[in-house]
């Protein structure tokens, strides 16, 4: 069993990171990934030339930890693996991969579909995008947020 | 005392403000002074819409801060 969740301020190669997820699950009937992407266009339509993902130095690290220890927890998986970038995301470049190996097909796509929509809701990031025309700052804006920052391992006291 | 910001607040206050505080300052206290001063973000500001973190923990308003702390407010995530 390995469970590895990274935070990745520079560029995320999803080769690299297949690659390395295989390598680990030799002898797994299944592995299932999946890439999200920094979209060229906001849900309303808008252009979009940048995404903006600020973090926090400690607690980010620990809500994808976190994350993807639930998965391993709640699927019969042998593998899970999280990388997500950090910081000012191009158009059309990876933002996220998530990958789960497992001996039958049912658990590793269980768990990519749940350690994704815990990273979209629950992963502790600020997202903004950026519109730019001839390289000026045109329009800054940010989505609604998803919820209050919280994790299980950060106890109020 | 340093305090430290992210995303709306952020973008509103800057990410960073030195302030001085008294002896046996709360974090509601500091709460209160950010929202006199910008009063634009006091909503923002509200307790159930910006959680206080100091040394990596959520804390309550009631917490009393040191001179040595560093003071983060954290407004809602946006997930990934």
């Given amino acids: 069993m390995s469970v590895i969740a990274r935070l990745e301020p520079n560029k ?23 890439v999200g992407f920094a979209r060229p266009c906001s849900t309303a339509g808008r252009p979009v030339d940048l995404l903006v993902l600020e973090h926090h130095s400690t607690l980010t690290q620990l809500s994808l930890e976190e994350i993807a220890a639930g998965a391993a927890q709640q699927f019969d998986v042998s593998h899970v693996r999280v990388a997500h970038r ?45 519109i730019f025309t001839s390289s000026r700052l045109v329009a800054s804006s940010f989505p609604p947020p998803a919820r209050v920052p919280c994790t299980s391992a950060i106890a109020p006291i | ?45 509200h307790p159930k819409r910006a959680r206080a973190c100091v040394g990596d923990r959520f804390v309550h308003d009631r917490y009393i801060l040191s001179g040595e702390d560093t003071l983060e407010f954290l407004p809602p995530v946006s997930g990934g």
């Fill in chain 1, 86 to 130: 950090c910081g000012e995301i191009p158009a059309g470049a990876p933002v996220v991969f998530v990958g789960a190996m497992s001996q039958h097909r049912r658990s590793a796509f269980d768990a990519a579909d749940y350690l994704m929509d815990r990273l979209k809701t629950e992963a502790v990031f600020w997202k903004m995008s950026r």
């Fill in chain 1, 12 to 34: 995320l190669s999803a080769e690299q990171e297949l690659a390395a997820l295989l390598a680990q699950g030799a002898g797994d009937g299944a592995a299932v990934i999946f």
């Fill in chain 2, 1 to 45: 005392m340093k305090v430290l910001f992210y995303g709306r607040l952020e973008e509103a206050i800057g990410s960073r403000l030195d302030i001085d505080t008294p002896p046996a300052l709360s974090v509601g206290e500091v709460r209160d002074r950010l929202a006199n001063d910008y009063p634009h973000m006091g909503r923002a500001l």
